[in-house]
């Protein structure tokens, strides 16, 4: 099976800046997309970016100019470099992963922006 670990969340202030890891270990195709996903206290997890490892990448408005994601298709791990951070940003963020028809996700790592 295909396993995530994500690394990199913790608490930061507004304006602050965090880099969230996730290195995907296991048998799967070259071809795929990996991403992050956010989930905040009682509401719908919702997509903060994802890049396909040709470089096509996607990103939520709310995070647009903010973050950045990026990959290492050597280390088969995707990073999310997250500045000018936001309360609204405080979430649980889960790595996710497609690849030969099938998706995975991460256990989840918490991000807190607060003062």
């Known amino acids: 099976q295909v396993q995530l670990v994500e690394s990199g969340g913790g608490l930061a202030q507004p304006g602050g800046s965090l880099r969230l890891s996730c290195a995907a270990s296991?048998?799967?195709?070259?071809?795929?997309?990996m991403g992050w996903y956010r989930q905040a206290p009682g509401k719908q997890r919702e997509l903060a970016a994802t890049m396909h490892t040709g470089g096509n990448t996607n990103y939520a408005d709310s995070v647009k100019g903010r973050f950045t994601i990026s990959r290492d298709n050597a280390k088969n791990t995707v990073y999310l470099q997250m500045n000018s951070l936001k309360p609204e940003d405080t979430a649980v963020y889960y790595c996710?992963?497609?690849?030969?028809?099938?998706?995975?996700w991460g256990q989840g790592t918490q991000v807190i922006v607060s003062s």
């Open positions: 296991g048998s799967f195709f070259t071809n795929n997309v």
């Open positions: 996710h992963f497609i690849a030969g028809g099938r998706q995975y």
